[in-house]
C-alpha cells in the first residue's frame, strides 16, 4: 500500500491476486489495510486540502499530465501485470491504459479552461432600495474523496481511474481502496500518482491507495470525518451499503456510486424490417465484448412480435452460438453470471435462444441469449435484475403501446438504444420523453458498450443505475460532483481569490452583472 509518500505492508490478513484464467493464485502476497492505516492515509489527506485545493490552475494540471506520463512510463511491465490479474487481452489492456491517460489529459484541459469554477460577479448597487451588496461566487472543492477501484476497468474505472482523475482535478485529495481482484495493477498505478505527487511538490497526502477487505476499510473509509465525498463503481448491493453508511455519518455525504444497468435496445419497426440481420450480428459483438463485463452490457432488447424479429433472432443466434467462451474476470464474478444464467434458465415463461461456446479457462464464461414476452416480464421483477456478463434477454411485444408499456416500466439505467429509421420517427418521439426519463445516455443505432471520454459524454443515470443521477463518472463534466459554490459578500480586493478580481488575472470567461465575458 501507498500511504502518503511511504510504501507500507499491510499488516491484515495477507491474501494474493488469482489469475482467472487458471484459477491459481499470484505472487507476491499483498497485506491489508488495519484502521489505523485508514486512519493515517484519511489525517494525510485532510492536511494535504487546503494546500491542494489552492495551488494554482496551471500547476493542478501539470500535476495531472504528470500522472499521466508517469503511467506511460511504467511501460510493459503494467499492461502485462494487468493481464496476469484480469485476464484481459494485451490489446483491451493498451486501449484502456490510452483511455487512463486521455482522461487525466482531458482533466488537465479542463482545469485550465477554468470554466469548472463558475465564476459569476454582481456588481455592489448601494442606491437601489434596498441596496444590493458586491456579490462573488465560484465553486471550490468539497474535500479528501474516498475512491473504489472497480473490477472490470483495472486501468480506466480503478487507482487513477476518471473518479480519481475528476476529483483530484477539483482540488480534492483522494484515498484510493483498491479492488482486490488486480493489487498488483493497482500498486504500479498508485506508485505512478506517487512519482508525480512528488515531482509536482505537492503534500505526500494528495493521494493515498489501500488494500484490505472491503467492507472493513471501505466502510472506515466512507464513514471517518476527513472524507468528504465517494466515487464508487460495483454491485448495487456494494454501493448501497456505502450510501446507507454515508447518510448515517453525523455529517452525511455525496456517494457517487455507479451500480447495475441492463440498457435496453429498442428495435423500432422499419429499422427491424431493413437491418434485422445485420442489427443482430452487431448486437452479439456488443453483448460479448470483454465478455460481457461492462456496466453498458447490452442486457434487454425489446421488438415488436413477428417475422422480422424473427430474422434478428436468426442472426443473433448463429452469431452468439459461434463466439468463444470469454475469461471472466475474478471467480467471485464468473460464479454469479454462471448463477444468473441458471436462475433465467429455470425462469417460467423465458426460454433459452442460444448459448455461446463453451470455455477451457477456469473463470471461462459461456455467452446467453433468452427470450420472453412482454406480460411475463411485466409480471417478474426479477427479470429486470443484471446478469453480470455475456447475458441478454430478448422481450417479445405484441403491438406498439406494450412497447411503450415496457419503457414506461424500467428502472433507471445508464444508457437506452433505439435503432431506429425516418419511418418510426412517430414511435421515437413518443418513446423519447419516456427514455429521457429513464437513462443517461440515449442512442440511435448504435451499442452502448463504447462510452467516450469527452466534454458530452454521460456515464450516469437515474437510481438504481446510479445513486445519484446529477453527475457523470465519465466526461469533463465529473469534475462537478466534487465541487460546492461559495458566495463572497463585500471582500476587499486584497482579500478576493484570482478567479473572481476585477482585473481578472486568470481570463477566465465569467458571469459579470449577467453578461458572459472575459473582461
Known amino acids: 500500500m501507498l500511504i502518503g509518500r511511504h510504501a507500507v505492508h499491510g499488516s491484515a490478513t495477507p491474501f494474493f491476486a488469482i489469475d482467472p484464467a487458471s484459477g491459481e493464485p499470484l505472487a507476491p502476497a499483498f497485506g491489508g489495510a488495519t484502521i489505523d492505516d485508514v486512519e493515517r492515509a484519511c489525517a494525510l489527506a485532510e492536511q494535504a486540502f ?23 512510463d511504467l511501460g510493459p511491465a503494467l499492461i502485462e501485470r494487468a493481464m ?20 487525466l489529459r482531458l482533466f488537465a484541459k479542463v482545469v485550465r479552461d477554468g470554466a469548472w469554477l463558475a465564476t459569476a460577479l454582481d456588481s455592489a448597487l448601494p442606491q437601489r432600495t434596498p441596496p444590493r451588496p458586491d456579490l462573488r461566487l465560484r465553486k471550490i472543492a468539497l474535500g479528501p474523496v474516498a475512491v473504489f477501484g ?10 487513477a481511474g476518471g473518479d480519481t482523475a475528476s476529483a483530484l482535478a477539483a482540488g480534492c485529495p483522494v484515498v484510493v481502496k483498491a479492488h482486490g481482484a488486480h493489487p498488483g495493477t493497482s500498486e504500479l498505478v498508485a506508485r505512478a500518482v506517487q512519482a508525480a505527487v512528488a515531482a509536482c511538490g505537492l503534500p505526500e497526502g494528495v493521494f493515498s491507495m489501500l488494500h484490505g477487505d472491503g467492507r472493513t476499510i471501505g466502510q472506515a473509509l466512507v464513514t471517518h470525518p476527513a472524507i468528504k465525498a465517494v466515487g464508487f463503481t460495483g454491485s448495487r448491493q456494494g454501493g448501497l451499503a456505502l450510501v446507507r453508511s454515508a447518510a448515517a455519518r453525523a455529517e452525511p455525504i455525496p456517494v457517487y456510486a455507479e451500480m447495475s444497468s441492463i440498457n435496453p435496445v429498442f428495435l ?7 437491418h434485422a440481420a445485420r442489427i443482430g450480428a452487431g448486437f452479439v459483438d456488443s453483448l460479448t465484448l470483454g465478455a460481457g463485463q461492462f456496466c453498458t452490457n447490452p442486457g434487454l432488447v425489446i421488438a415488436i412480435d413477428g417475422p422480422d424479429l424473427d430474422t434478428f433472432c436468426s442472426a443473433a443466434v448463429a452469431a452468439l452460438e459461434g463466439k468463444a467462451a470469454g475469461t471472466m474476470l475474478t471467480p467471485g464474478i464468473h460464479a454469479a453470471f454462471h448463477d444468473g444464467v ?6 417460467a415463461g423465458v426460454t433459452l435462444l442460444a448459448r455461446g461456446q463453451q470455455g477451457s479457462a477456469s473463470c471461462a464464461g459461456q455467452a446467453a441469449l433468452f427470450a420472453t414476452d412482454a406480460a411475463t416480464f411485466l409480471a417478474n421483477p426479477d427479470l429486470e435484475d443484471e446478469v453480470f456478463g455475456a447475458s441478454s434477454l430478448l422481450v417479445k411485444c405484441q403491438d406498439a403501446a406494450q412497447f411503450r408499456q415496457i419503457a414506461e416500466y424500467l428502472d433507471g439505467q445508464l444508457t437506452a438504444t433505439l435503432f431506429l429509421e425516418q419511418d418510426d420517427q412517430e414511435q421515437a418521439r413518443a418513446l423519447l420523453p419516456v427514455l429521457e426519463r429513464k437513462a443517461g445516455r440515449i442512442l440511435v443505432n448504435g451499442y452502448p458498450t463504447g462510452v467516450e471520454v469527452s466534454h458530452a459524454m454521460v456515464h450516469g443515470g437515474p437510481f438504481p ?6 453527475g457523470t463518472s465519465v466526461g469533463a463534466s465529473a ?13 476587499p480586493a486584497w482579500l478576493l481569490p484570482a478567479a473572481l478580481q476585477d482585473d481578472n488575472p486568470l481570463q477566465l470567461w465569467r458571469v459579470r452583472d449577467g453578461a458572459l465575458t472575459q473582461a
Open 84 to 103: 496476469q490479474e484480469s485476464g484481459l487481452p494485451q490489446a483491451r489492456l493498451e486501449g484502456e491504459r490510452g483511455r487512463t491517460v486521455g482522461q
Open 342 to 347: 441458471a436462475r433465467l434458465g429455470r425462469h
Open 268 to 274: 423500432l419497426p422499419h429499422a427491424l424490417a431493413r
Open 479 to 491: 469534475i462537478d460532483r466534487f465541487l460546492r459554490p461559495v458566495s463572497y459578500q463585500d471582500l
Open 50 to 72: 487546503d494546500t491542494f485545493r489552492d495551488t494554482t490552475l496551471e500547476a493542478r494540471a501539470a500535476f495531472l499530465e504528470a500522472i499521466a506520463d508517469q503511467l506511460l
Open 465 to 470: 443505475a446510479t445513486s445519484d443521477s446529477r
Open 150 to 159: 472497480a473490477s472490470n476497468f483495472p486501468l480506466a474505472f480503478s487507482v
